[in-house]
């Protein structure tokens, strides 16, 4: 049964859509950590594809302190609705780590998905994926315990990542235990207990500096067990 008072949302990871259409109507650009894409409340002249690197979505708690809503990798593309439609962002956005960005103007967008089928499907299915999978996780953190959560958002952030010759999937920072226990603000307590009781079991490892989780086929199996 879940334990609600294990109740955490951690953030949304945003899925990897099929963006290749719309990237080359963007500029490619290069971010250094900590830049700040687009401040909550503002209009945004330009929404993102994510080619390397992490971004996050900063929101406030009802404390004021700031915490991390979305998480968005290689692959995701985010703040085109927003953009779109003229609303205001609904979260700070800021770079992780080193990104490189795809920066696509609202005008070419636009004109994209006015003139071509490919890249107007494009565009659907992006908004559709992102749509469901935070429908899937909203669901999920309601219905399931802390550490079942955390659980799952690891295996979603390491789910398209190559296995190294002994199995392994190396957890790429800022995305380690630390760094995320670390960005869940009120929730890193619960999320650093799940860490202790991943490295008690050997799913969770350090090796030279780098987190591992030793295999995902078993880290599935012990999250189905919380």
């Not at 985010?78 to 490189?100: G, I, N, Q, V």
């Amino acid at each position: 049964m879940t334990d609600r008072s294990a109740y955490v949302l951690l953030p949304f990871l945003l899925p990897q859509v099929p963006v290749a259409a719309l990237v080359p109507l963007g500029e490619e650009k290069a971010f250094a950590r900590g830049e700040i894409l687009c401040h909550r409340g503002e209009l945004a002249s330009c929404c993102y594809a994510v080619l390397s690197g992490y971004v996050a979505g900063y929101g406030r708690s009802t404390a004021a302190e700031e915490h991390v809503e979305s998480l968005m990798g290689p692959g995701c593309f985010f703040l085109a609705a927003s953009m779109l439609l003229d609303k205001p962002a609904p979260l700070m956005l800021r770079t992780l780590a080193p990104c490189r960005l795809s920066c696509i103007p609202r005008q070419a967008l636009r004109q994209a998905i006015h003139a071509s089928p490919d890249a107007a499907a494009a565009y659907a299915e992006a908004v559709a994926l992102n749509c469901t999978c935070a429908m899937e996780q909203a669901r999920n953190a309601r219905n399931h315990s802390a550490a079942w959560n955390a659980c799952d958002f690891l295996l979603r952030l390491t789910a398209r990542q190559a296995q190294n010759r002994d199995g392994m999937v190396r957890i790429h920072e800022p995305e380690g235990p630390l760094s995320l226990s670390q960005m869940l603000g009120g929730a890193a307590e619960e999320v650093r207990l799940v860490f202790k009781s991943l490295r008690d079991e050997g799913l969770l490892l350090r090796q030279g500096g780098d987190w591992y989780l030793a295999s995902l086929d078993a880290l599935t199996r012990y999250r189905d067990t919380l």
